[in-house]
């Protein structure tokens, strides 16, 4: 089945600069790749995605690429805020047409400090 | 914008005891998932349903757990003698379609904690 790997686990950042977290995924016939913000506590909001024919998404200060070939699409927050600490969790959509399911990366703990 | 909806928001219970966590999916969505997340872990699937029945299950859900969706809006995970290992957070999930352009929508979660 599917499998999910995000690096890093914790990544710490001064506010406004640049974060990047990366996921590698296994099946090839995984075809949507979802980004989710988890406050703690909380459950996970889906902050952006990409479709398996697009090459980059970008909305606002975040942006998602994705590489087909090499399998692994990566998660770009520009100018972070304190606002932006969370855990983040990568995720490929895999299965058969009509029943697909998501599988989740490890997530990666992201603190901005001020 | 409408929402998933989970009670209770946090179940203690026993070992060995049943517990029935319930979810709401929203009105117009077709497919249902159960995830769970235990502590400080990743998010893992348990199971999907659709048109009454479950879809695909993981090797997490054993036979003790089951699904069900006795009326047109609740959509339940029933597990029916706890383990200790049970404890987690339980997410309910839904999506409109089951294609792969349909995001997930995820509820805020039940809280088990089996003692």
């Known amino acids: 089945g599917e499998n999910v790997e995000q690096h890093p686990s914790t990544l710490s950042v001064q506010e406004g600069d640049s974060a990047v977290i990366k996921c590698t995924y296994s099946d090839s016939a995984s075809n949507y790749f979802p980004w989710y913000k988890q406050e703690l506590g909380k459950r996970p909001q889906l902050i952006i995605d990409i479709r398996s024919n697009v090459g980059e998404k970008k909305d606002q200060r975040i942006a998602v690429t994705l590489n087909k070939t090499a399998k692994h699409f990566s998660l770009h927050i520009t100018e972070t805020q304190p606002e932006d600490s969370a855990v983040y969790f990568c995720?490929?959509?895999?299965?058969?047409?009509?029943?697909?399911?998501?599988?989740f990366g490890t997530g990666t703990r992201l603190l901005v400090s001020p | 914008e409408p929402e998933v909806t989970q009670t209770p928001s946090h179940q203690v219970t026993q070992m060995g005891q049943e517990v029935i966590l319930r979810c709401v999916p929203i009105?117009?969505?077709?497919?249902f998932y159960w995830y769970r997340q235990i502590l400080g872990q990743k998010v893992e699937f348990l199971v999907s349903?659709?048109?009454?029945?479950?879809?695909?299950k993981s090797e997490i859900f054993d036979d003790q757990f089951s699904v069900e969706r006795p009326d047109g809006s609740n959509f339940t995970l029933k597990i029916r003698s706890t383990k200790l290992e049970d404890s987690a957070m339980y997410f309910c999930?839904?999506?409109?379609?089951?294609?792969?352009?349909?995001?997930?929508?995820f509820g805020n979660g039940t809280r088990l904690t089996v003692t």
């Open positions: 009105s117009n969505h077709l497919y």
């Open positions: 995720a490929a959509s895999t299965g058969n047409t009509g029943f697909q399911k998501l599988v």
């Open positions: 349903f659709y048109n009454n029945e479950i879809s695909e």
């Open positions: 999930a839904s999506r409109p379609r089951g294609q792969a352009d349909s995001p997930l929508h």
